[in-house]
C-alpha cells in the first residue's frame, strides 16, 4: 500500500504543541534504533527536539526483566527544547518489564502503548508482576492500546524471505509505524534509511519495511484508538540543520580545530564507555588528515597522544572516570612538559565501575585535583549536544595557545543525546595557529623555556631540529635553560609560573553572562544541567517570579567577572548530579554561601525538580 492511499485514511490530526515519547523495551528489542529513526523523522519534518537514550548498565541483561530495560526518549516541540522533557506523555511498552520500569514515570491521563504479546505469565513473573496489568485495572488512569505485535510482524514478514524467530527482530519498526501514524510522522525517511542500511532488496531489509507499514496500517485501522496529533515545525534561525549526538560533535569540533590550528589531528584512546563513539567517529575521518590509535590500555593511550603532541600534532584521548584515574600521572607529565594536550573525560556514575552507562557530573573534583603536587590545569566544559562542536573547539583554542594540557569536561548525557544543531560557516572559525619555534638567527642558544610575556607559554620546539635540542621529562626543569633542576628556589618558581600560567587563561576567556531578572535568587549551573536550570528560569519568569540563571563553561580559571556576578544576589543555588563539587569550589574560591541541589540517580536532572527546589527558596524555605 502506497503512502498516499494511507493517508487518505488518517483522521483529521490534533494539533499540539509538542509531546514527550519514551520507547522501552528489552536491551534486544532494538528500542533505540526504533527512537533514533522516530527522531530523525521529526528532524526532517522540522521539529526541534531533544533526546535522552538509557542503557542497561550490563552488556546483556538477563532478558525479560527490569535490569534489562533499555529505553529512549525524545522530545520534539514547536518551540526551542532545551531537554528530552520530565515525564513522557507516551510509552511504548515492548514488554512487562519495560512498563514496570518506566510507567510511574507516564502522565496520568497519558497514552500507553503495549505489546500485548510479550505479557505471558513467565514474562510477568520476571517483571515483578502478580497480576496481569492489561486485565487487574491498573491501567486504567491511562489511554491504552494493546497490540499483538509478535504475531502482527510474523504475519507481516511471512513473505520476506526472513525465517524463524528471526522474524520478530522487525517488531520494533512495527511500534515505529504505529507511533509514526499517531504522530504523523513521514514514512519516507524510515524506509530510505532501511535501503540504505539493508539494501533495497534483502530479506531483513524487505522485512523491516513491512513491519513498519504493518504497524501504520494498525494504527489506521484499530478500533481503540482514532485521535492523532500533528505538532507544525518549529521557527528556528536560518541556516542548515543537522540532528547531532554529543560525542559526534565533540569529534567534529576537534577536526575543525586541528584545521584551523593548521595540524595534523591525533587521537590516541582506550574504549571506555561512553566514550567510544568519539575514537570511533574520528577514526572515520582520514580524509582530513586524523590518525587514530586505539590503545591497549588508558596509560598507553595518553602516552602515544603526548607523544603525538611531542611531536607537533594536536593531540587528543578521550576516556571516562576510572580512565581518566589511570591517566592522571602521565597527564601530569603532559603539564610538566608543558605541552597542548586535550583530555575528553565524559562522566558517568562512579565510583569504580559504577554505572557505565549512566550520567553523572562525577569528576569536576577529580579534573581540579587529582594529580600529585602542585598541577593546577584549565577545564572546559560542555553544556549540551549542539555546545560540544564549540566547546572541543574551546579546548583545543586554549591548549595550543598557552602550551598546556587542558581537561573537557562533558558527560554519559551530552554524549549519547542528540539535538538539532546549525552547522557553522567553518570559513568564520577564528585561526588558531601558533608557530613552532625556530633557530635564532643571531646563533642564541635554544631557551625552551623562555616564555610569552602575555601567555607565559613556552615556545613549541619539534625535535629533530639541529639547533633547538633540549631536554624532556619528568624532573623539574630549569626556569630558563630547560635543564634538569633541584634548586629549591627554582622550584618554587617553576610552580608559582606554572600556576599563573593558567591563571591567567581567565584574560583570555568571555565573562559569565547572566539570564533572568532581580537580584534575589540566582541559579548557577555548569555541564549538562544547562537544559533543565534555563527551562526552569524560564517557567517561573513566566509567571512573574524573579530568578537569574549562569552556567559556566570555564571550571579552571572561573570568568574573572564571576565574584562580582555572585555578590549581587541574595542567595545562590547550585544544582548539580553530584553532591555539591562546584558549590564546594565556588565556596572555597568566593567565601559566599551557596545552597546545593544534588540528585545522583544515573539520570539528567528534571527542570520541574530544579522549579520546585527554586520557588521553595523564593518562599522562604529549605531546599531538599
Known amino acids: 500500500m502506497s503512502d498516499e492511499t494511507l493517508t487518505e485514511a488518517k483522521p483529521e490530526p490534533q494539533q499540539i504543541e509538542d509531546v514527550v515519547i519514551r520507547f522501552a523495551g528489552d536491551s534486544g528489542d532494538g528500542m533505540q534504533l526504533a527512537g533514533t529513526q ?33 529505553s529512549f526518549q525524545v522530545h520534539i516541540a514547536d518551540w526551542d527544547v532545551l531537554t528530552p522533557g520530565d515525564s513522557p ?72 524471505g526472513v525465517k524463524g524467530r528471526a522474524t520478530l527482530r522487525s517488531k520494533n519498526f512495527f511500534a515505529l509505524g504505529l507511533m509514526s501514524w499517531i504522530y504523523q510522522r513521514p514514512l519516507d525517511p524510515v524506509i530510505e534509511w532501511i535501503g540504505s542500511k539493508f539494501g533495497t532488496d534483502t530479506p531483513v531489509g524487505n522485512a523491516n519495511e513491512l513491519a513498519l ?80 590509535f586505539q590503545a591497549e590500555d588508558e596509560i598507553a593511550g595518553i602516552g602515544s597522544a603526548l607523544g603525538a ?13 576510572p580512565g581518566l584515574a589511570l591517566k592522571s600521572e602521565t597527564l601530569s607529565l603532559a603539564l610538566m612538559i608543558e605541552l597542548p594536550l586535550i583530555v575528553v573525560d565524559i562522566q558517568r556514575g562512579g565510583p569504580s565501575t559504577g554505572l557505565p552507562t549512566k550520567v553523572e ?60 544543531w546549525r552547522l557553522p560557516d567553518v570559513d568564520a572559525l577564528p585561526d588558531i595557529s601558533v608557530p613552532f619555534a625556530s633557530v635564532d638567527e643571531d646563533g642564541d642558544p635554544f631557551l625552551p623555556y623562555l616564555r610569552d610575556p602575555i601567555t607565559m607559554a613556552r615556545p613549541w620546539a619539534i625535535p629533530g631540529q639541529a639547533g633547538m635540542e633540549h631536554r624532556v621529562g619528568g624532573l623539574e626543569k630549569d626556569a630558563t635553560t630547560g635543564n634538569v633542576s633541584y634548586d629549591p628556589d627554582n622550584h618554587e618558581t617553576m610552580t608559582h609560573t606554572r600556576q599563573d600560567k593558567i591563571a591567567r587563561i581567565a584574560d583570555d576567556i568571555p565573562d559569565v553572562s547572566v539570564h533572568g531578572e532581580g537580584d534575589e535568587l540566582l541559579v548557577l549551573g555548569w555541564g549538562s544541567t544547562y537544559g533543565a536550570i534555563r527551562t526552569a528560569v524560564n517557567r517561573i519568569t513566566r509567571k512573574g517570579r524573579p530568578v537569574a540563571h549562569a552556567h559556566l563553561r570555564y571550571l579552571n580559571p572561573m570568568p574573572k567577572n564571576l565574584g562580582e556576578v555572585l555578590g549581587r544576589y541574595k542567595q545562590v543555588l547550585i544544582p548539580e548530579i553530584n553532591m555539591g563539587q562546584l558549590s564546594r569550589l565556588i565556596r572555597a574560591e568566593f567565601l559566599i554561601p551557596t545552597v546545593s541541589f544534588n540528585r545522583i540517580q544515573g539520570q539528567p536532572m528534571r527542570a520541574r525538580e530544579i522549579e520546585t527546589q527554586i520557588n521553595k527558596l523564593l518562599d522562604g524555605e529549605d531546599v531538599e
Open 309 to 321: 603532541a611531542f611531536a607537533g600534532r594536536l593531540a587528543v584521548t578521550t576516556t571516562s572516570g
Open 361 to 420: 557530573q562525577s569528576d569536576l573534583l577529580f579534573a581540579m585535583y587529582g594529580r600529585h603536587g602542585e598541577s593546577p590545569l584549565p577545564i572546559v566544559s560542555t553544556s549540551a549536544p549542539s555546545d560540544a562542536f564549540d566547546a572541543a573547539f574551546e579546548a583545543a583554542r586554549i591548549a595550543l595557545k598557552f602550551m598546556t594540557p587542558v581537561i573537557l569536561l562533558t558527560d554519559g548525557y551530552i554524549a549519547t543525546s542528540s539535538e538539532p
Open 89 to 160: 506523555d507516551c510509552l511504548v511498552a515492548m514488554n512487562p518489564a519495560a512498563l514496570k520500569a518506566h510507567l510511574h514515570d507516564l502522565v496520568k491521563g497519558g497514552l500507553l502503548i503495549i505489546n500485548s504479546d510479550a505479557f505471558e505469565d513467565r514474562n510477568l513473573v520476571k517483571a515483578g508482576y502478580e497480576t496481569n496489568p492489561l486485565e487487574d485495572g491498573s491501567l486504567d488512569a491511562y489511554q491504552v492500546i494493546t497490540a499483538p505485535m509478535d504475531e502482527l510482524t510474523k504475519i507481516a514478514v511471512e513473505d520476506s
Open 213 to 292: 507499514r504493518a504497524g501504520y496500517n494498525f494504527g489506521i485501522t484499530t478500533e481503540s484508538f482514532h485521535k492523532t496529533f500533528v505538532i507544525k515545525p518549529a521557527s528556528l534561525p536560518a541556516g542548515e540543520y543537522t540532528n547531532v549526538v554529543g560525542n559526534t560533535a565533540t569529534a567534529w569540533g576537534l577536526v575543525a580545530a586541528a584545521d584551523k590550528a593548521k595540524l595534523p589531528l591525533f587521537i590516541g584512546s582506550y574504549p571506555i564507555t561512553p566514550a567510544t563513539t568519539i575514537l570511533e567517529e574520528l577514526a572515520r575521518h582520514k580524509n582530513f588528515g586524523v590518525k587514530s
Open 38 to 70: 522516530f527522531t530523525a523523522s521529526s528532524a526532517l519534518f522540522g521539529n526541534d527536539l531533544a533526546t535522552l537514550p538509557n542503557f542497561p548498565a550490563e552488556i546483556r541483561a538477563p532478558a525479560g526483566t527490569i535490569a534489562g530495560v533499555s
